[in-house]
């Protein structure tokens, strides 16, 4: 007979393979709702010190086989070796494995107390929070995103944003394990309704919101342009000139169109485009013959004394050939567009030698054309929802999201990415759109609804016509993460009494 320790680590190993499981590409986005069920079970009759290890082993499952991927990033684009590209992934996916360690640790603690689902889903919310905001913070791959097309569940997120989604997640597993797992079922007589409740109402407001018919406050016509350019020549000046004239063609392409504005990807323009050369000029005067507003993404530098300042830029530019504004990115990325603490990590610089020396933008405002404002999101700033917040109330009326997802590759991490962005416009009540250089391209309605996406690796033009809504700012927009952060709160005091009451109790059956 297998040994109950065994039994009790596959389980927790289930746990993390359906998590990663329910993460896009694949189709399978309902196994979160009960995908901690095998995790709870294994918690059953378990020390804190034991459940730390069994969420650290379902962790390490679900980190592993989640963002695998860093290993071409960092290999095949980072020219690290393998070995360090395969070391590189266990240690982050060993830090990632800490949350889900800690959330077994607890749960072992207030499970089985008075109202335990709900005291565990706040636990897993609270983490998620930590995590997204700890150090540069990393809200990657948050529960919630799973249900990125189940539009009627995240609805909710213009109340209180993914977490809230995350949160009814982690309580319907709760509530399948309660009814049909656990031994102590009494308790489940003034939960589940409760469970249950909360489960009803979150889809009660994603239902009425999915059939809110509101009619919106003009349209704007938007052309996309993908060019699917390989990273590997992409800042490779003799590929400069074929890069624009790809985007160049494109763009005049949808002058049937006749779009109000074309969007280029992140660094579309691989030179500096602020330094006015011939190839500078001939990416000004493409919205003109187009007669159409463009935003385009391009490195860009400032002289500082005997400095150089470098930015990852996006700029707007109108059908006259005039730049009427630009946005320098404000969340970059670490050991990608820069190095922490490079002064006292000098042997992580040698390991990203390709990684960039940018500084980050210091205003997030919106680029302003006739007849909308738009919030720009250049790469991962995508999966912060404080930066479309932000944007959103400064006064966007549509979030665009300039990325170049090439460095992963034909790996899930495109997929991944692109669910995030979905949440932005659910959360803010924005479309957006999204112009990546390999795909995913798409546009986004504000109620999360996709209404056209590109392929990966594929040359394309999407154009669409997308609604303007009403000035007006959701719960979210306004108030940002009080609902994280409260249960945050909630969830420390309530470890520390269950954590103290537990060592109280161990003290006196001595």
Same mark, same amino acid.
């Given at each position: 007979?297998?040994?109950?320790?065994?039994?009790?680590?596959?389980?927790?190993? *289930?746990?993390?393979?359906?998590?990663?499981?329910?993460?896009?590409?694949?189709?399978?986005?309902?196994?979160?709702?009960?995908? =901690?069920?095998?995790?709870?079970?294994?918690?059953?009759?378990?020390?804190?010190?034991?459940? *730390?290890?069994?969420?650290?082993?379902?962790?390490?499952?679900?980190?592993?086989?989640?963002?695998?991927?860093?290993?071409? &990033?960092?290999?095949?684009?980072?020219?690290?070796?393998?070995?360090?590209?395969?070391?590189?992934?266990?240690?982050?996916?060993?830090?990632?494995?800490?949350?889900?360690?800690?959330?077994?640790?607890?749960?072992?603690?207030? #499970?089985?107390?008075?109202?335990?689902?709900?005291?565990?889903?706040?636990?897993?919310?609270?983490?998620?929070?930590?995590?997204?905001?700890?150090?540069?913070?990393?809200?990657?791959?948050? =529960?919630?995103?799973?249900?990125?097309?189940?539009?009627?569940?995240?609805?909710?997120?213009?109340?209180?944003?993914?977490?809230?989604?995350?949160?009814?997640?982690? =309580?319907?597993?709760?509530?399948?394990?309660?009814?049909?797992?656990?031994?102590?079922?009494?308790?489940?007589?003034?939960? #589940?309704?409760? &469970?249950?409740?909360?489960?009803?109402?979150?889809?009660?407001?994603?239902?009425?919101?999915?059939?809110?018919?509101?009619?919106?406050?003009?349209?704007?016509?938007? !052309?996309?342009?993908?060019?699917? %350019?390989?990273?590997?020549?992409?800042?490779?000046?003799?590929?400069?000139?074929?890069?624009?004239?790809?985007?160049?063609? *494109?763009?005049?392409?949808? @002058?049937?169109?006749?779009?109000?504005?074309?969007?280029?990807?992140?660094?579309?323009?691989?030179?500096?485009?602020?330094?006015?050369?011939?190839? !500078?000029?001939?990416?000004?005067?493409?919205? @003109?013959?187009?007669?159409?507003?463009?935003?385009?993404?391009?490195?860009?530098?400032?002289?500082?004394?005997?400095?150089?300042?470098?930015?990852?830029?996006?700029?707007?530019?109108?059908?006259?050939?005039? %730049?009427?504004?630009?946005?320098?990115?404000?969340?970059?990325?670490?050991?990608?567009?820069?190095?922490?603490?490079?002064?006292?990590?000098?042997?992580?610089?040698?390991?990203?030698? !390709?990684?960039?020396?940018?500084?980050?933008?210091?205003?997030?405002?919106?680029?302003?054309?006739?007849?909308?404002?738009?919030?720009?999101?250049?790469?991962?700033?995508?999966?912060?929802?404080?930066?479309?917040?932000?944007?959103?109330?400064?006064?966007?009326?549509?979030?665009?999201?300039?990325?170049?997802?090439?460095?992963?590759?034909?790996?899930?991490?495109?997929?991944?990415?692109?669910?995030?962005?979905?949440?932005?416009?659910?959360?803010?009540?924005?479309?957006?759109?999204?112009?990546?250089?390999?795909?995913?391209?798409?546009?986004?309605?504000?109620?999360?609804?996709?209404?056209?996406?590109?392929?990966?690796?594929?040359?394309?033009?999407?154009?669409?016509?997308?609604?303007?809504?009403?000035?007006?700012?959701? =719960?979210?927009?306004?108030?940002?993460?009080?609902?994280?952060?409260?249960?945050?709160?909630?969830?420390?005091?309530?470890?520390?009494? #269950?954590?103290?009451?537990?060592?109280?109790?161990?003290?006196?059956?001595?």
């Amino acid at each position: 007979m297998m040994n109950i320790r065994v039994k009790k680590l596959l389980l927790a190993l *289930l746990s993390g393979l359906m998590l990663t499981a329910s993460f896009p590409p694949s189709p399978f986005y309902f196994l979160a709702w009960f995908a =901690l069920v095998p995790l709870l079970k294994s918690l059953e009759n378990e020390t804190p010190t034991a459940g *730390l290890k069994l969420g650290f082993a379902a962790g390490l499952a679900h980190s592993l086989t989640l963002i695998y991927w860093v290993i071409i &990033v960092m290999g095949h684009y980072g020219h690290l070796p393998l070995p360090v590209s395969v070391g590189i992934l266990i240690l982050f996916s060993l830090y990632l494995s800490l949350y889900p360690a800690l959330f077994a640790w607890g749960a072992s603690l207030t #499970a089985r107390s008075f109202l335990g689902s709900f005291k565990t889903a706040a636990l897993w919310v609270a983490l998620e929070y930590v995590r997204a905001n700890f150090l540069t913070g990393f809200p990657w791959c948050l =529960l919630g995103h799973t249900q990125y097309r189940n539009l009627e569940a995240i609805q909710v997120a213009d109340l209180v944003g993914t977490y809230g989604v995350s949160f009814v997640i982690v =309580l319907s597993s709760a509530l399948i394990y309660g009814l049909l797992l656990d031994k102590n079922r009494s308790r489940w007589k003034l939960e #589940a309704p409760l &469970v249950l409740l909360t489960l009803a109402l979150t889809l009660g407001y994603g239902f009425y919101r999915m059939s809110d018919s509101r009619p919106s406050q003009g349209s704007l016509r938007v !052309a996309i342009a993908q060019g699917n %350019i390989d990273q590997s020549i992409k800042w490779n000046p003799a590929y400069q000139e074929k890069t624009v004239q790809i985007y160049r063609t *494109l763009t005049l392409q949808s @002058r049937p169109f006749n779009p109000d504005l074309v969007v280029w990807p992140e660094t579309a323009v691989p030179l500096f485009f602020q330094d006015g050369d011939p190839l !500078a000029r001939t990416v000004l005067q493409t919205p @003109r013959e187009a007669g159409t507003h463009l935003i385009f993404g391009s490195p860009a530098y400032k002289r500082r004394g005997g400095s150089v300042s470098f930015f990852n830029r996006a700029y707007l530019a109108s059908p006259d050939a005039q %730049i009427l504004g630009s946005y320098d990115k404000v969340h970059l990325v670490p050991f990608g567009e820069y190095v922490p603490l490079k002064r006292f990590l000098p042997f992580v610089q040698r390991l990203v030698a !390709a990684a960039g020396d940018f500084l980050p933008g210091d205003s997030q405002t919106p680029l302003k054309f006739p007849k909308a404002a738009a919030g720009i999101l250049i790469c991962f700033e995508s999966i912060f929802p404080e930066l479309g917040r932000a944007m959103t109330a400064n006064g966007a009326a549509l979030l665009v999201n300039l990325t170049n997802d090439a460095w992963y590759g034909m790996s899930s991490a495109p997929y991944q990415h692109f669910s995030m962005a979905v949440f932005r416009a659910v959360e803010n009540r924005r479309p957006v759109i999204r112009a990546a250089n390999t795909g995913i391209s798409a546009f986004i309605l504000p109620n999360g609804r996709i209404l056209e996406q590109s392929g990966l690796f594929t040359e394309t033009l999407l154009t669409r016509e997308i609604p303007l809504p009403y000035p007006g700012l959701t =719960l979210y927009t306004r108030y940002g993460d009080f609902f994280a952060i409260v249960l945050t709160i909630f969830s420390a005091v309530n470890i520390f009494f #269950a954590y103290w009451y537990t060592r109280k109790q161990t003290r006196s059956m001595r």
